[in-house]
């Protein structure tokens, strides 16, 4: 299994950006597909999650109500819409495959892209 994600670049704060990941491999509608972010000096946190049906989703407080997280399984793509964007949204952003039960701990995730800058200015 193999993600690819893009989309990343610069953005002046309020903005908007939709970050894609593909993902090649048998599987990916059975996956739970989540989103994470890592900014410079900081550990690897969560920003969302979708199920393999697409029905329930989770947020962090810090993005909710501003990202935007769907799936398209016919093209094992999952996206992330991400409007309104603030400086602090600025980091690298990961997706990721899990084959477990809905979760927001980057460790029990089993397939990991190799992630895109995306970057907000002031």
């Known amino acids: 299994v193999q993600l690819q994600a893009s989309g990343g670049g610069w953005v002046q704060a309020g903005g908007s950006l939709r970050l894609s990941c593909t993902v090649s491999g048998r599987g990916f509608s059975r996956y739970g597909m989540g989103w994470f972010r890592q900014a410079p000096g900081m550990e690897r946190e969560f920003v969302t999650v979708i199920s393999w049906s697409g029905l329930t989703t989770w947020y962090a407080d810090s993005v909710k109500g501003r990202f935007t997280i769907s799936r398209d399984n016919a093209k094992t793509t999952v996206y992330l819409q991400m409007n309104s964007l603030k400086p602090e949204d600025t980091a690298v952003y990961y997706c990721?495959?899990?084959?477990?039960?809905?979760?927001?701990?980057?460790?029990?995730?089993?397939?990991w892209g190799q992630g895109t800058l995306v970057t907000v200015s002031s």
């Open positions: 990721a495959a899990d084959t477990g039960p809905l979760r927001r701990d980057a460790e029990s995730y089993n397939y």
